[in-house]
């Protein structure tokens, strides 16, 4: 399965659908942009991220645009809002397993783990 992402609003208890969501390679202070994407109606991107036999070792970065998902659905945020992008880098030591990287979110707070 390789690479996947999740996302769940938290405050209205959904998937957070239309979320744009960027992938990158990291290298110490170094980012290369992967991908970017939009999440689907059930919070996940369409296809995996990467697949088994595309996935390396390494290091990544997924930079999640909360702020702008919460303004596209209405809510008020004060400026500046408490969460803009939630990034998260996490390593894949074995590429031969499933990393899925969910998000639970909400304006104001985030939690992830890896997921199965």
Known sequence: MGLSTHVLDTMHGCPAAGMQVKLF?????????????TLNHDGRTDAPLFDNASLKPGTYRLTFNV????????????EPNFLNQVSLDFGVAHADQHYHVPLLVSPWSYSTYRGS
């Open 67 to 78: 702020a702008a998902y919460f303004k596209a659905k209405g809510v008020q945020l004060p």
């Open 25 to 37: 390679a990291t290298q110490g202070d170094s980012a290369t942009l992967l991908q970017t994407l």
